[in-house]
């Protein structure tokens, strides 16, 4: 039994082609995640750009989805742009109309021995030498693994997400709504909007997080929402525009899950998924920096392996959140018990001229940012028997919540022997 972790960094080569990234003999990997933004050291740079991703090579056939999100620094009229591909790994954009910048396609997973992951970087940033942070899963406690994309049906009140046969129903989702049709290379550049959730069986909803920004304004305006569920799409303008979570698993269908519409959606938008199967142990749960350095644990039902998390720079809402003074700085970030990574962006709300800015550290497995991306909080972390623990090396006074996933090997259970003593 074992669930495999690797969270680590990739630098962008000199020349576009393959990338192979070495993972211990038998390590088996089945799913790998990305996520970034273009700085070549921990740091925060201007404009924001950001983008995540996830691939399965399941039957020797690459699966996978991206997402990038563009906003524009310094900018007298709000200038963004979101993109959503079918063909591609991870993606970075550059300017307001979607042009793309980076791309990165997954090429294959070897197991056994000489276990890898190959990608291929097909369209290298302007940026040279860049750092980008992933996280791969593996192991035979992930039996199953895949990367699809759907569409959300308007006006209804569930919806059947049907997978390929003989994949059974997943124990975890993990999803983003960029709000967006799904492409093969070709640009989206509509109102910059991102969302992030995963959930397990629908009988403990976790949280998502949704972002929207109003592209043409002459006054900054951004929206975040972080609510009980499995992913929304949003407007700044319009607010909630579709909202959902896993319903309980007795109705999922035999192959593939079913979602419930909270609030019905009037367009068909694109979800991203990444569905695993397995005996793996899994915990999902939110939390909130604390006011003081120091150790904070976050509690799993046997030794974890992987640690991911996500957030924005305020405290829990109630709704759509278009005022908060703090708005808003977004970011992710992920650990194997002895490497981490996290990166994100921030979006200055109420301005007349735009302050936008990226993040990234492979140094932190955590970092929150003002608006104005000035630090607030940020942390290391590390494994402790059951437990995952981040060390605050710098504390922020207001709590600011984020979600986070332990991923962790399947735990025997040992019977207890009773004995009757006369």
Same mark, same amino acid.
């Given at each position: 039994?074992?669930?495999?972790?690797?969270?680590?960094?990739?630098?962008?080569?000199?020349?576009?082609?393959?990338?192979?990234?070495?993972?211990?003999?038998?390590?088996?990997?089945?799913?790998?995640?990305?996520?970034?933004?273009?700085?070549?050291?921990?740091?925060?740079?201007?404009?924001?750009?950001?983008?995540?991703?996830?691939?399965?090579?399941?039957?020797?056939?690459?699966?996978?989805?991206?997402?990038?999100?563009?906003?524009?620094?310094?900018?007298?009229?709000?200038?963004? &742009?979101?993109?959503?591909?079918?063909?591609?790994?991870?993606?970075?954009?550059?300017?307001?109309?979607?042009?793309?910048?980076?791309?990165?396609?997954?090429?294959?997973?070897?197991?056994?021995?000489?276990?890898?992951?190959?990608?291929?970087?097909?369209?290298?940033?302007?940026?040279?030498?860049?750092?980008?942070?992933?996280?791969?899963?593996?192991?035979?406690?992930?039996?199953?693994?895949?990367?699809?994309?759907?569409?959300?049906?308007?006006?209804?009140?569930?919806?059947?997400?049907?997978?390929?046969?003989?994949?059974?129903?997943?124990?975890?989702?993990?999803?983003?709504?960029?709000?967006?049709?799904?492409?093969?290379?070709?640009?989206?550049?509509?109102?910059?909007?991102?969302?992030?959730?995963?959930?397990?069986?629908?009988?403990?909803?976790?949280?998502?997080?949704?972002?929207?920004?109003?592209?043409?304004?002459?006054?900054?305006?951004?929206?975040?929402?972080?609510?009980?569920?499995?992913?929304?799409?949003?407007?700044?303008?319009?607010?909630?525009?579709?909202?959902?979570? +896993?319903?309980?698993?007795?109705?999922?269908?035999?192959?593939?899950?079913?979602?419930?519409?909270?609030?019905?959606?009037?367009?068909?938008?694109?979800?991203?998924?990444?569905?695993?199967?397995?005996?793996?142990?899994?915990? +999902?749960?939110?939390?909130?920096?604390?006011?003081?350095?120091?150790?904070?644990?976050?509690?799993?039902?046997?030794?974890?392996?992987?640690?991911?998390?996500?957030?924005?720079?305020?405290?829990?809402?109630?709704?759509?959140?278009?005022?908060?003074?703090? +708005?808003?700085?977004?970011?992710?970030?992920?650990?194997?018990?002895?490497?981490?990574?996290? &990166?994100?962006?921030?979006?200055?709300?109420?301005?007349?001229?735009?302050?936008?800015?990226?993040?990234?550290?492979?140094?932190?497995?955590?970092?929150?940012?003002?608006?104005? &991306?000035?630090?607030?909080?940020?942390?290391?972390?590390?494994?402790?028997?059951?437990?995952?623990?981040?060390?605050?090396?710098?504390?922020?006074?207001?709590?600011?919540?984020?979600?986070?996933?332990?991923?962790?090997?399947?735990?025997?259970?040992?019977?207890?022997?009773?004995?009757?003593?006369?």
């Amino acid at each position: 039994m074992a669930l495999n972790c690797q969270v680590g960094t990739v630098t962008q080569p000199g020349s576009t082609g393959n990338q192979t990234i070495s993972l211990p003999a038998n390590f088996d990997p089945k799913a790998i995640i990305m996520w970034g933004s273009p700085l070549t050291a921990a740091g925060v740079i201007a404009n924001s750009t950001f983008g995540w991703g996830f691939g399965t090579y399941r039957g020797s056939v690459v699966q996978q989805r991206c997402f990038g999100l563009y906003s524009a620094d310094a900018a007298a009229t709000q200038n963004g &742009a979101s993109r959503g591909q079918s063909d591609a790994l991870f993606v970075l954009m550059s300017g307001g109309t979607g042009t793309l910048d980076l791309e990165i396609d997954l090429v294959s997973m070897s197991v056994g021995a000489t276990s890898n992951v190959i990608i291929n970087w097909t369209n290298l940033h302007t940026t040279g030498s860049i750092l980008l942070n992933y996280m791969i899963l593996g192991g035979s406690d992930i039996t199953d693994a895949l990367v699809m994309s759907v569409s959300t049906t308007p006006s209804v009140a569930t919806q059947d997400i049907t997978v390929v046969a003989g994949f059974g129903q997943p124990d975890l989702v993990m999803c983003f709504t960029p709000s967006m049709s799904f492409s093969t290379s070709a640009q989206q550049w509509i109102l910059p909007s991102f969302g992030i959730g995963f959930d397990d069986n629908g009988t403990i909803r976790n949280r998502y997080l949704a972002y929207a920004e109003d592209e043409g304004n002459t006054t900054m305006a951004v929206a975040v929402r972080h609510k009980a569920g499995l992913g929304a799409g949003i407007s700044e303008t319009a607010g909630l525009d579709f909202e959902f979570h +896993l319903s309980a698993k007795t109705d999922w269908p035999t192959d593939g899950f079913e979602i419930t519409y909270d609030d019905q959606t009037a367009f068909s938008d694109a979800i991203g998924i990444l569905a695993l199967k397995g005996t793996f142990t899994r915990s +999902l749960s939110t939390a909130a920096n604390p006011s003081a350095t120091g150790n904070q644990t976050y509690s799993h039902i046997g030794p974890p392996s992987a640690f991911f998390m996500f957030g924005a720079n305020i405290a829990t809402i109630a709704g759509t959140d278009t005022t908060n003074s703090s +708005l808003i700085a977004v970011g992710m970030g992920g650990g194997d018990g002895t490497n981490e990574g996290c &990166a994100g962006w921030t979006n200055d709300d109420a301005l007349g001229t735009s302050d936008n800015n990226s993040f990234f550290s492979n140094a932190k497995v955590w970092q929150t940012y003002s608006q104005a &991306a000035a630090l607030l909080a940020e942390g290391d972390h590390s494994f402790s028997g059951s437990d995952v623990i981040i060390n605050w090396n710098d504390a922020d006074a207001t709590a600011r919540e984020f979600s986070y996933l332990i991923l962790g090997s399947e735990v025997a259970f040992v019977p207890r022997i009773m004995r009757q003593v006369n």
